[in-house]
């Protein structure tokens, strides 16, 4: 389940996500929350003819998560990448006061358009810049509905990310040390079909 907030150029997704880290197969999960360019593309059909609507390119991401194995809201593993080459993150960028109150900082970065985490405000269509403050509450509360410690049991961690199910299998099949990993945690995921 994923929400999408999208304004004229670009868009915001919400949604819950679980990562298996590749190196020591300790798990992660909680809140991601994109900002993502919409694609531009011509119209279709007649002027009442409903239009492609795209969230494409990714240009910031935030991850709200803890490590499992951690006490529910510590947000031991929240992170941010502050921009993307193509379609793959830059590496983590860990912020104490991400950590310390990820609520108010994720408001902070949306209602700066990003300016107050690096300095440096997201590549957005000044018009979209000017409507995110706004947003900024809506935004917080729907990243708290994936909240790391709403998601106790497997079952509905994968319930709520059954679309990423792919990614998730990969990371299983990069992993360095697969006996590490929780089998029975990652069974929804790794379930043929």
């Known amino acids: 389940m994923l929400y999408i907030l999208a304004l004229s150029r670009s868009a915001l997704v ?36 409903a239009q492609l609507i795209a969230a494409d390119r990714p240009l910031w991401r935030a991850d709200l998560f803890d490590r499992m194995q951690d006490e529910p809201g510590t947000f031991s593993a929240a ?7 193509g379609n793959e993150p830059s590496v983590r960028v860990w912020d104490t006061e991400l950590t310390a109150d990820p609520w108010r900082w994720l408001g902070e970065q949306i209602a700066s358009a990003g300016a107050a985490a690096n300095g440096q405000p997201w590549p957005v269509d000044p018009d979209d810049a000017g409507e995110l403050p706004g947003l900024a509450g809506e935004v917080v509360s729907l990243a708290r509905r994936f909240a790391p410690d709403r998601c106790g049991s ?24 697969p006996d590490l990993l929780d089998a029975s945690w990652v069974a929804p995921w790794l379930a043929p079909g």
Do not use: N
């Open 79 to 85: 992170h941010y990448h502050p921009d993307f080459a």
């Open 154 to 177: 497997p079952a509905e961690c994968y319930r709520l990310t059954k679309d990423a199910r792919q990614a998730v299998r990969l990371m299983a099949g990069y992993l360095r040390r």
């Open 14 to 49: 919400v949604r819950h996500w679980f990562e298996i880290d590749l190196d020591d197969a300790s798990m992660e999960h909680g809140a991601r929350i994109e900002l993502r360019e919409l694609a531009s593309g011509g119209h279709r059909g007649s002027e009442s003819a």
